[in-house]
């Protein structure tokens, strides 16, 4: 079960820092990612995260966005932190995971993640 939070309206130029719990058994082992959608365009991948803390960022966000992770016994949660935000960043927020026993596949491919959050609101205005 994935759980997001953090998705807010604020104006062009602000931050915006969102979360997503990922509740998971000891030692096991996931990829995860945030996408983001607006109506009618397809899921766009941002960033994501492996197994090994390795980061990746898509070029629409490098720079601007930045990924950290804490991980408990039972819950991982991922953080990404988004600054310097403008219009074209208003979309709903998802967050993505999946389980692995090796390693990730490097990945934005929205097919690769089979865990997604509900989605949060991230609005910015001019």
């Known amino acids: 079960q994935l759980l997001e939070s953090g998705g807010d309206s604020v104006k062009s130029g602000g931050s915006l820092t969102l979360s997503c719990t990922l509740s998971k058994y000891p030692y096991a082992e996931y990829c995860m990612a945030w996408f983001r959608q607006v109506p009618g365009k397809e899921r766009e991948g941002l960033a994501r995260i492996d197994n090994d803390g390795s980061t990746d960022y898509a070029n629409s966000v490098k720079g601007r966005f930045t990924l950290s992770q804490d991980n408990a016994e039972n819950t991982l949660t991922l953080y990404l932190q988004m600054d310097s935000l403008t219009p074209e960043d208003t979309a709903m927020y998802y967050c993505?995971?999946?389980?692995?026993?090796?390693?990730?596949?490097?990945?934005?491919?929205?097919?690769?993640?089979?865990?997604w959050g509900q989605g949060t609101q991230v609005t910015v205005s001019s």
């Open positions: 993505a995971a999946v389980e692995t026993f090796n390693t990730c596949s490097g990945s934005f491919a929205a097919d690769d993640y089979n865990f």
